[in-house]
């Protein structure tokens, strides 16, 4: 579970990482970046639905991860997210 105060620091972290991937046409529709926060290690992927140019339809999340059995790999509920951004949030940021 992710606190308010990650969450806000996560939110900064990712907001850097969600716009390189709207700049970046080259890299695909998706994008996953590990993050730690606090001791915790989160993923932030970037999804661009319609791969268009510019990038129109996109969104940025953030998902909880968690250590394998054998403890020295993480994996990501893919179920459990928080949308952090989408693409016409980041465009009135940027004005």
Not at 2 to 11: D, F, G, P, V
Not at 29 to 48: A, H, M, R, V
């Amino acid at each position: 579970m992710i606190t308010e105060s990650q969450l806000n620091k996560a939110r900064l972290e990712a907001k850097k990482i969600y716009k390189d991937f709207l700049k970046d046409l080259n890299q695909g529709e998706q994008s996953w970046n590990e993050i730690e926060i606090d001791k915790e290690y989160f993923d932030i992927e970037c999804w661009d639905d319609d791969m268009g140019k510019p990038r129109t339809n996109t969104y940025c999340s953030i998902y909880a991860t968690y250590p394998t059995q054998c403890g020295t790999w993480r994996e990501t509920d893919g179920t459990k997210f928080i949308r952090l951004f989408t693409n016409k949030e980041s465009e009135n940021e940027n004005k």
